[in-house]
């Protein structure tokens, strides 16, 4: 069982930065691909971020490329979601969640293929 708890949301302007975490514990961080959700009010939610167990792969959504990084120490249990250049529409809940898989460098844009999830952290960004 692993355990996910997300930090670093908040209200920025636009065009600001955050970086969010995901410290995970419970379970073999490394045995696990990890990726970035979010949820804005009245939407599915969407993909936004994965990384591969090793942190060599690494794939983004269309609405975030360019703008958003993600990232991740294994020694420390924790995933990172660097977003730049924040926008109005980045507004929702983010969520970090945790792919068991046996092959490095496979990662997942399907919110279904994901085992465990945190609680989620709201970002707002003001215009």
């Known amino acids: 069982q692993v355990q996910l708890v997300e930090s670093g949301g908040g209200l920025v302007q636009a065009g600001g930065s955050l970086r969010l975490s995901c410290a995970a514990s419970g379970g073999s961080f490394s045995g696990y691909a990890m990726g970035w959700f979010r949820q804005a009010p009245g939407k599915e939610r969407e993909f936004v971020a994965a990384?591969?167990?090793?942190?060599?792969?690494?794939y983004y959504g269309d609405s975030v490329k360019g703008r958003f990084t993600i990232s991740r120490d294994n020694a420390k249990n924790t995933v990172y979601l660097q977003m730049n250049s924040l926008k109005p529409g980045d507004t929702a809940v983010y969520y970090c969640?945790?792919?068991?898989?046996?092959?490095?460098?496979?990662?997942?844009?399907?919110?279904?293929?994901?085992?465990?999830w945190g609680q989620g952290t709201q970002v707002t960004v003001s215009s």
């Open positions: 990384i591969s167990k090793s942190g060599g792969v690494t």
């Open positions: 969640a945790a792919d068991w898989t046996y092959y490095n460098g496979i990662i997942s844009v399907d919110q279904h293929e994901y085992d465990y």
